[in-house]
């Protein structure tokens, strides 16, 4: 579709099932709001509190705004999954009777969740189109193991056969699933993404964010992110240690929170880097342009082997070159040596080395992340999705067009 052609949408029911922050928050209101901006109306249903533009924009992904949400999580594996199964029930009735209400709707776009069935099921018996944006699978690792794996398994085969439409966040994930599932419904891959105009910022923001941290005269190395396990920062941080001596010129800017942040804390302070390794703790998703202003180059310690990081792209438009593992979804999107660097997944070591390495040359660091901005603004901003999913919907459409 050309950019300036209208789009040929009036309505989108945009239903998810996650509590609505953090990432998952970044990514439905990235991808709402965009559709917004081209005129498109959308409207969400979500599980009750759990509204994307309601939730606490903070950097604080291990918590739940609603105790009730933290009380569902934390119930034995069985209860929880037997839990997701009756919520299909709930989330039918609503979904019918929103759709009773607008008989404009183009057609739900539905961020999937295990054992979610029932959206595609009501878009079969209604004759709507159900496009799926498959960011999680039963077909996966997970951190917390299913109990119910055969019964997700096909309940995940019949969503991912009969919906309309498929949106797969890398390559790397749609091939697998395929391989686990056999024939899918159409699908696409659309990586996740970030807009310029949210992450720019002026040489004074820069100079000033520095200055609050204390970062003048120095490489900052930065990470944005939770302190988990998966994401690894703090195996990062107890690898580079030793070696920070070694590159007085650099300082490492850590932002975010997490299950491991107060031992990477009590770390830090117990070593005497606290004036080397700053760590911001929980801030509001508003301060976080501001903080990447005050980085030069961004370190992504582990990723997802299958995802999109959302951080990535952040990086990206802020003209911060990341620094990432070798994993296949991100050297779909990252070109090495020019638009950031990468080294081997899962290696510590290998991050560390890239990162003192690339710190010692602040002219490239410019070049690299002025060549990352270019590349978000042309591809990667939230319009570029929706402009895409807009095409999906009408390469779908049009069989059943031609067909009556």
């Known amino acids: 579709m050309p950019q300036d052609s209208p789009m040929p949408l009036k309505r989108v029911l945009y239903h998810h099932r ?4 953090a990432v998952e928050g970044v990514h439905i209101r990235g991808v709402s709001d965009a559709l917004r901006a081209e005129g498109v109306a959308v409207d969400i249903i979500s599980v009750p509190g759990a509204d994307p533009y309601a939730s606490p924009k903070a ?9 009730w949400m933290r009380a569902l999580t934390r119930l034995p594996e069985p209860l929880f999954e037997l839990a997701e199964i009756a919520y299909n029930a709930i989330a039918g009735w609503r979904v019918l009777a929103y759709l009773r209400r607008n008989a404009d709707v183009d057609f739900i776009y539905e961020r999937y969740s295990l054992f979610m069935i029932s959206t595609v099921l009501l878009g079969r018996m209604r004759g709507l189109p159900v496009i799926l944006e498959v960011n999680d699978s039963a077909a996966v690792h997970r951190v917390r193991p299913l109990f119910f794996h055969r019964v997700a398994m096909a309940m995940e085969r019949y969503a991912f056969r009969k919906a309309t439409g498929l949106v797969f966040v890398s390559a790397a994930f749609r091939n697998r699933i395929q391989q686990a599932h056999g024939t899918l419904a159409p699908a696409i891959v659309t990586h996740n993404a970030a807009n310029i105009d949210k992450f720019s910022f002026t040489e004074q923001q820069r100079s000033d964010a520095r200055a609050h941290w204390g970062l003048e005269g120095h490489v900052v190395c930065g990470y944005l992110g939770a302190f988990v396990p998966w994401h690894a920062i703090d195996k990062f941080v107890y690898e580079i240690a030793d070696r920070l001596e070694q590159a007085p010129h650099l300082k490492l800017l850590l932002v975010g929170d997490g299950a491991t942040y107060p031992e990477v804390k009590a770390f830090v302070e117990k070593r005497g880097l606290s004036d080397r390794v700053i760590l911001t703790g929980r801030v509001s998703h508003d301060a976080v342009p501001g903080l990447l202003a005050a980085m030069d180059m961004a370190i992504l310690p582990s990723a997802g082997d299958y ?5 990535l792209f952040e990086f990206m438009a802020c003209a911060v070159p990341p620094i990432a593992p070798d994993f296949e979804p991100i050297r779909e999107v990252l070109v090495e040596g020019s638009t950031g660097w990468m080294f081997r997944a899962e290696d510590t070591a290998a991050a560390v080395q890239a990162v003192l390495q690339r710190s010692t040359d602040a002219d490239e660091l410019r070049r690299i992340g002025q060549a990352a901005r270019a590349y978000v603004a042309a591809e990667r901003q939230w319009r570029n999705n929706v402009l895409q999913l807009s095409d999906f919907y009408t390469g779908l459409r049009q069989p059943a067009t031609a067909a009556a």
């Open 18 to 21: 996650t509590q609505g922050k």
């Open 307 to 311: 995802t999109s990081p959302v951080k």
């Open 59 to 67: 950097m604080s992904p291990t918590r739940s705004s609603k105790s």
